[in-house]
């Protein structure tokens, strides 16, 4: 085993289910959390960092701090670009449908907003019953209060909406699709 799902076993109660199993719990709790935001998800943390760590703590059912940053410790708490940058691994440019899974992310960065707003995380999704190629991004729209709400879009109208959304390479703001690093600790299948 190595140092990082050693790590993870000790983290996570369940790091005998499959990959598949979380997934589907990533799902779920991703559509649960764009129909009503649960209570347990604290409302300064809501954000588009936030709908990740939420959703990947509750599909992993972490007790033990599951988020690493640029000094090596473990935390609940990471902002979007501590997320990206040591938590998960680049997979592609441009969102390669037949190698997404359910669970990761598309990210964003602005260098022209505010260091707080210049980050956004989407949460990919292969919902059950659609086309194979059918994806579902899910994101937190960043604002507070009343406003604040976790959207669904499907991953084609995103590609074709407005330029700076789209994930394509052509989009300076566009940095790719990542993949959570933590999954080497599970027997991997296919969705």
Known sequence: MNLLAALLALALPIASDSADLIRNRILNETLAQAERASADWDPGQR?????????????????????????????????????????????????????????????????????????????????????????????????????????????????AGPPEWRPAPGNPIFVGTFRWNGWAAFQEGRN
């Open 47 to 159: 954000d588009c960092a936030g709908l990740v760590r939420l959703v990947y703590r509750k599909s992993l059912g972490a007790r033990a701090p599951l988020w690493l940053g640029k000094d090596g410790a473990r935390s609940e708490f990471r902002v979007a670009d501590e997320l990206v940058a040591y938590n998960f691994t680049p997979i592609s440019k441009a969102p390669d449908r037949d190698r997404i899974r359910t669970g990761d992310v598309l990210a964003y960065f602005n260098p022209n907003k505010p260091p707080r707003d210049a980050w956004h995380l989407m949460i990919l999704l292969r919902p059950p019953g659609t086309a194979p190629d059918r994806l579902l991004a899910v994101y937190h729209n960043g604002a507070s209060g009343t406003e604040g709400a976790v959207r669904k879009v499907w991953l084609d109208d995103l590609a």
